[in-house]
């Protein structure tokens, strides 16, 4: 069965510091990944996705996320976190058999 | 700001009212979404439509009924629904139709619903 998952519900990280944001997932097949953010009471937006090609992605607003086939992992990175950045993040898979699925989420909280 | 637009951005409903939430897309995409959210949970599928034709309907209760007039337009339409249906109805936009392509789903603010 396909699936992705979000290990971590709360991550804290101070402003200024490197984020992650970790996501594994499990699909036949080659993987389509994506990350999305939401901010209180809004819809989901897209952040940065991967196809196929060099695994670094760079996205919006200055995330980028690393694929790694070897680990299954797709974790979403950001060199200098803000205040702003702090949100909920979901990662999501899409394969050729059916639509996207989505993580649990984690929650991104930036201390100032 | 979003490329789809969703009205009502918050609306109250009593168990026996008929409401119907609207969505409006103007990307010249093929497809749409309704998803149903809790709260900090992820969106949950339940309707695509793929060039104005529903193509997926992820066994939602019949109190939810779905209605796409146009490639631009989604409506969902409303009726004797219960307190548990309280939730975020986000709509979605993707350009592609084929399953397990690249296109990314494009999100509007949602609709607040709270039943009564």
């Known amino acids: 069965a396909q699936s992705v998952a979000q290990p971590e519900d709360q991550v804290n990280v101070a402003e200024g510091n490197p984020l992650t944001v970790k996501c594994t997932y499990s699909?036949?097949?080659?993987?389509?990944l994506f990350w999305y953010v939401q901010y209180p009471n809004r819809g989901l937006q897209f952040l940065l996705k991967?196809?196929?090609?060099?695994?670094l992605v760079k996205g919006s607003y200055g995330f980028e996320a690393e694929f790694n086939k070897s680990q299954t992992s797709f974790h979403l990175k950001k060199p200098s976190a803000l205040v702003s950045d702090s949100a909920l993040y979901f990662c999501?898979?899409?394969?050729?058999?059916?639509?996207?699925?989505f993580g649990t989420g984690t929650r991104l909280k930036v201390l100032a | 700001d979003t490329e789809v637009t969703q009205t009502p951005k918050h609306l109250v409903m009593g168990m026996t009212n008929k409401k119907s939430l609207k969505c409006e897309q103007h990307?010249?995409?093929?497809?749409m979404y309704w998803y149903k959210q809790k709260a900090k949970k992820p969106p949950e599928l339940m309707f695509v439509?793929?060039?104005?034709?529903?193509?997926i309907n992820e066994s939602v209760p019949s109190r939810f009924s779905p209605e796409c007039p146009n490639s631009s337009l989604l409506n969902l339409h409303l009726h004797a629904l219960q307190p548990e249906d309280s939730a975020l109805y986000l709509c979605?936009?993707?350009?592609?139709?084929?399953?397990?392509?690249?296109?990314?789903?494009?999100f509007g603010n949602g609709t607040r619903l709270t039943v009564t």
């Open positions: 999501a898979v899409r394969d050729p058999t059916r639509e996207y699925i």
């Open positions: 990307m010249g995409h093929r497809a």
């Open positions: 439509y793929s060039y104005e034709k529903l193509s």
């Open positions: 991967y196809i196929t090609g060099d695994n």
């Open positions: 979605a936009s993707s350009q592609d139709v084929a399953m397990g392509t690249g296109s990314p789903l494009h």
């Open positions: 699909v036949s097949g080659n993987p389509y």
